[in-house]
């Protein structure tokens, strides 16, 4: 048997982790079937990073059977999760899938990576999904999903490096196939909109859009090129010895996914 611990930083009832979830029901592995619970965000905590809540206690919620929905950070979950709420230790902590792609710098900030990080620190071998979206059409959630867990078995039935962290970024459109791929830049344009407020002061907004991608090795590159992007990290961001594929999990998760 082998255990999951899914979150994420949109919320307990956000699609894509509600999606990722009913994909992995039934499936199982040559180690016995796959088992998951669930300790996400009660609200949506985008942004966050790796933030820990630590001035004030934290409460958790069953939603539903091995489900929990926890009124603070991704991270927090993560914590709560390994430290308390589940049965045993996992085997594996899956992030995701964000509705939103998390590239290039925004790893940094991002709350479904801080959530994998987490995890990695911790010492559970992690992997952070995401999936591209556009404003005129909805994200396919069940393609990114059945994709995802394609990937979970395919990383559990080879055997997880106890140091692996995986950033896997799927396009809009139904991918071409799937680039390992270093972290790229991503600078946003127009980052700061300042407005008026009701009462003559002013009030600030943090929105802008990134700028175009240049490169071409980048993890941008490969969503703007319509390819699945898996990017291992490490405590730099970058796992380079895991890009040289030195480990030999690379290679089938790219099978898996191709």
Partial sequence: MTRLLLTNDDGIEAPGLCRLAAALDDLSTSRGPI??????????????????????????RVVREGWFAVDGTPSDCVNLGVHSLL????????????????????????????????????????VAFSQEYRKARPADME???????????????????????????????PPRGVRVSRLGRRPYRNAVVEQADPRGGSMYWLVGKPAPELLHDTDAAAVRDGYISVTPLSA??????????????????VGALG
């Fill in 35 to 60: 088992e998951y619970q669930v300790v996400a965000p009660l609200h949506e905590q985008s942004g966050c990073g790796q933030a820990l809540t630590l001035f004030r206690p934290l409460r958790a």
């Fill in 87 to 126: 049965d045993e230790r996992p085997d594996l902590l899956v992030s995701g899938i964000n509705y939103g792609v998390n590239l290039g710098d925004d790893v940094t900030h991002s709350g479904t990576v801080g959530a994998a990080l987490e995890g990695r620190l911790l010492g559970v071998p992690a």
């Fill in 143 to 173: 393609r990114a999903a059945k994709l995802a867990a394609r990937a979970i078995v395919s990383l559990l039935e080879q055997g997880i490096p106890d140091r692996m962290l995986l950033n896997v970024n799927f396009p809009f459109d």
């Fill in 236 to 253: 730099d961001l970058t796992d380079h010895e895991a890009i040289a594929g030195n480990d030999g999990v690379l290679p089938g998760l």
